[in-house]
């Protein structure tokens, strides 16, 4: 390998996953955390080491005193020497044109770049960013075939058969789902989500949080179990903020799956050395 490969290799990225509820922002070393570059086989994907510094921001509220704090934040963990170049796969319009105006250099995913699998859906231009970064992954590890399952404020289920990404699904995220019920419903208040005895509840709070939890854990494996009955036996990828709440034996639960995939594409569109 060349000596300007390796440096490539080697540079970190920052990566940022603009969601509808939060801003999570990573630092990538290609050769360590990704799959097929320098040291890392695509065989070695399902053991890849967590991302450097991982930070969580919530999105900012209405107003321009939080707008600013946020961007303030954002454009201080941003200036890390060790970040040579920056990603952002974003699902929030406005925060995609607020972030790359502090971040002038940033590259923004979209459908147009460079993918390791065939498009099979009927407008690619309408499939989020975070879709399009989990499923390129999943095809960077060497598979034509997998599942991937982000659950999240919203949950998103994406099929990869022989190559070729077929489409998916898009519900409501569990807490997502029980926040919404809480606030809608006259005559409920808003329960956390979380694990419940699987056990009819003695009062109104505790109907709704166990409803909560199990309707919409099982409703999500559930969707699984008949994707799988219906396409075929295939790897199962978790990723999310809820992802593990759903685990089972013989899946693969990575937190930073999109992070990687967002930096795994910008690393591949770039031309070698």
Known sequence: MSLAKRKQEDEGILVLDAGNSRLTMAGCRPSLHLPGV????????????????VRHL????????????????????????AFKSRVLVSVVPALTVALAGVLPDVEILDHTWPTPFVWGVSDPAAVGPDRIANVALAAACGLRDALVVDAGTATTFDLLAGGVFRGGMIAPGMAFAARKIGEAAARLDPAPFGPCPLEVGVDTARALAAGSWHAGRFGILGTIDGLLEVYGERPVILTGGLARFLQRPGWVHDPWWTLRGAAWMAVSRKPAP
Do not use: R, T, Y
């Open 38 to 53: 320098g040291g890392q086989g695509a065989a070695d994907w399902q053991a890849l080491p967590p991302l450097d510094g």
């Open 58 to 81: 919530d999105n900012p509220p209405p107003g321009a005193s939080a707008h600013a704090s946020f961007l303030a934040e954002v454009a201080a963990f941003s200036g890390d020497p």
